[in-house]
């Protein structure tokens, strides 16, 4: 049984078949010619999983997959059991990948995070027919390797873009990508500070402000998104450093906020940032504990911030 609810809605089918390679030709041939971005499927716990996972191979292999087995179904006749039900997203409305972890014991959080850049980075190097609105659209993230692999928001038009950096004078903090057609207007950078210093003084003295507070929280953000912890905390130290008071020439980090403040500024667990920061000890970058701590190696710091 199978029923396909609108041509950019879900494709859902079903079978009570008792043999899995039965079950699994059913719900194929209900799917039809329906291209799919991917599909979740429920299946009863009685059904032999090595010749399900043979059928499934066999008729299902064309797009993303993810299914688990079940106590009981809700189908299109409502809650079911001893059956398969499968759930599919059309191609026109949907964007699809997926990752397994195997090793659950030994999961690393940050590489799970690592994973799930790298997926949305994949569902993003496509766009679906249709999505493309009214309006110019540009999408705001980080770039890598050409492609738009950390979204953090986007403008629709009109709009400025890269204005706050230009009123700092300094380089853009994230990448812009047009998701639609787009018409850009540049206008000379001579010609903006000309603008600006023909604003009042308090006006400009306002506008600066916001431009930096909007620059921190986009920096932040960026190393949230695109940096591991210890990226993150290098990042960190480097922009907290100050000259040590007993021993000239060198940088030193005073604590002022709790640690467990400061992890959460950079997105990792207290026992994430305690661990990072003795790694770095160990490796000689820095030294001293309690509220100061000594940056041994600004080179090796900047090299592990990305800088």
Same mark, same amino acid.
Do not use: K, M, N
């Given at each position: 049984m199978a029923e396909t609810?609108? @041509? *950019? *809605? %879900?494709c859902v089918a079903s079978s009570h078949s008792g043999d899995p390679a039965a079950a699994i030709g059913e719900i194929a041939?209900?799917?039809? *010619?329906c291209e799919l971005a991917? #599909? %979740?499927l429920f299946c009863s716990h009685r059904y032999p999983r090595d010749r399900l996972a043979? $059928? +499934?191979? @066999?008729?299902l292999s064309g797009f993303p997959l993810v299914g688990c087995t079940s106590a009981g179904? %809700? *189908? @299109?006749r409502g809650y079911d059991s001893d059956g398969i039900v499968? +759930? #599919?997203f059309p191609v026109d409305a949907f964007r699809m990948t997926q990752q397994c972890f195997d090793n659950l014991d030994d999961f690393v959080v940050e590489d799970g995070r690592r994973a799930v850049r790298a997926l949305t980075a994949a569902a993003r190097g496509y766009t679906p027919q249709g999505s493309c609105g009214p309006h110019e659209r540009v999408a705001l993230g980080v770039v890598e390797n050409s492609v738009l692999a950390h979204q953090m928001g986007a403008v629709e038009g009109p709009a400025w873009l890269n204005a706050g950096c230009a009123v700092l004078g300094r380089a853009p903090v994230?990448?812009? +990508? $047009?998701?639609? $057609? =787009?018409?850009?207007?540049? =206008?000379p950078l001579a010609d903006f500070e000309a603008s600006l210093r023909a604003l009042p003084a308090p006006a400009l003295a306002l506008l600066r402000d916001m431009a930096r507070a909007h620059r921190q929280q986009a920096e932040l953000a960026v190393s949230r998104l695109a940096k591991d912890a210890? $990226?993150?905390?290098?990042?960190?130290l480097l922009r907290h450093a100050e000259p040590a008071h007993d021993a000239p020439g060198t940088q030193s980090v005073l604590l002022r906020q709790r640690k467990r403040l400061i992890a959460a500024q950079l997105g990792i667990a207290p026992e994430t940032l305690s661990r990072v920061l003795r790694q770095l000890r160990e490796r000689s970058l820095i030294s001293g504990s309690g509220r100061v701590l000594n940056l041994l190696d600004l080179n090796g710091l900047r090299a592990l911030a990305g800088a």
């Open positions: 609810l609108t @041509e *950019s *809605s %879900l041939a209900a799917i039809g *010619s991917g #599909g %979740l043979a $059928a +499934i191979d @066999e008729h179904e %809700l *189908s @299109e499968f +759930i #599919g994230v990448d812009a +990508i $047009a998701d639609t $057609a =787009v018409q850009v207007r540049r =206008v210890e $990226a993150r905390c290098a990042e960190w």
